[in-house]
């Protein structure tokens, strides 16, 4: 029996060259970018658990602006060598590799941007009690890293920057003009901050009477939290051009009055010793009322049916002052019943004529 011979397989044709140079750059990429994230995830943790240890918060600062840019650097890793180990077109090798260097360039400013703010915050809250940085000067400071970043990106991919400037200039005013109102504030946010009529935090009272704490200073309005505890939103051209009365400058303490009348039958001196002592006496439990300086009791004038009294005292934040009145009222009054001091009613005397 004659066996037949058998035949030959089909040999499988060889993949075209640019089909096999992008198969080569994907396998590469993947491999590479598996080992990146890997590490990255390994780098990541231990940086986390190095910033706890520590007790500044520039490490956490840093870290939390690395995190999301860190998977961008990561994918560009990956590219970068994916193209080196792998044969590719002349244009297209040099089109990728200028991709890469976009996306290192962009994370790289939005990182810097980021991290200049937060160390800047930092900085000014280290130096003084009142030193932080608004949201108008956060957005400045990132603003201008962001801008040349930008400018290093443009440069990057071969745009002449100058003509673009000019460009720019020219199409400037037309922008200014449409915006006219919103660049009216931003700048009186700019003078805001360089004269430093007030600061986060301060406790300002403005024209028409509105006053309470203010929150942030943005490019465009001011917030001010209320002792009500709702946000007054003013623009910044206002608040610029008006007065404000700055109860934490030059020092956060305020003196509160009382004022109270008493009975003509009752001893002066006795009245300004009792009422100086309330204010001593109740400074054990309300720490928000100062020794220094030491509480006064005045007699302001001789009223119509009353001797006027003025109570003088200190406390550390002038937004406390609803509450030490009520406190120091409620004392006046239980202190006078019990030393027998009388607050008159008002009296009057009618002469009818004729009658």
Do not use: C
Not at 24 to 37: E, I, K, Q, R, W
Not at 78 to 98: F, H
Not at 173 to 178: C, D
């Amino acid at each position: 029996m004659v066996e037949e011979p058998v035949p030959p397989l089909p040999s499988v044709p060889p993949l075209p060259p640019g089909i096999a140079a992008t198969a080569t750059v994907g396998g590469v990429f993947v491999v590479v970018l598996l080992g990146m994230l890997g590490a990255r995830y390994l780098l990541v943790g231990r940086l986390k658990r190095w910033a706890t240890a520590t007790t500044t918060r520039v490490d956490d600062l840093v870290l939390a602006a690395i995190h999301t840019p860190s998977l961008f650097w990561a994918v560009a890793i990956a590219l970068a060598v994916a193209l080196r180990a792998s044969p590719l077109d002349a244009e297209l090798a040099q089109g990728a590799s200028r991709a890469v260097q976009v996306i290192l360039l962009v994370s790289m400013t939005l990182v810097t941007a980021n991290i200049a703010g937060g160390v800047a915050t930092q900085v000014l809250r280290g130096q003084s009690s009142d030193g932080q940085v608004t949201g108008l000067g956060q957005t400045i400071i990132k603003g201008v890293v962001i801008v040349l970043g930008g400018m290093v990106v443009l440069n990057a991919l071969g745009v002449e920057i100058a003509p673009l400037l000019t460009a720019l200039g020219v199409g400037g005013l037309a922008v200014a003009l449409a915006l006219q109102d919103s660049l009216t504030n931003f700048f009186a946010g700019i003078h805001i901050l360089l004269e430093r009529p007030y600061t986060i935090g301060n406790f300002i009272q403005m024209e028409g009477g509105k006053e309470g704490h203010v929150l942030d200073i943005g490019w465009r309005t001011t917030r001010i939290r209320t002792i009500q505890d709702d946000v007054i939103v003013v623009p910044n051209s206002k608040m610029a051009g008006s007065t404000i009365l700055n109860y934490h400058m030059p020092i956060p303490r305020s003196q509160i009055t009382l004022r109270v009348g008493v009975d003509y039958a009752n001893d002066p001196e006795h009245v300004r010793a009792v009422l100086v002592d309330v204010v001593r006496t109740a400074r054990p439990e309300l720490d928000y009322l100062l020794e220094l300086p030491p509480p006064e009791a005045l007699l302001l004038r001789f009223g119509d049916f009353s001797l006027d009294f003025e109570l003088r005292f200190t406390i550390d934040d002038i937004a406390k002052q609803p509450y030490a009145l009520d406190e120091l009222h409620r004392r006046v009054f239980a202190r006078f019943r019990e030393e027998g001091i009388a607050i008159p009613y008002p009296v009057r005397t009618v002469v009818m004529k004729g009658v």
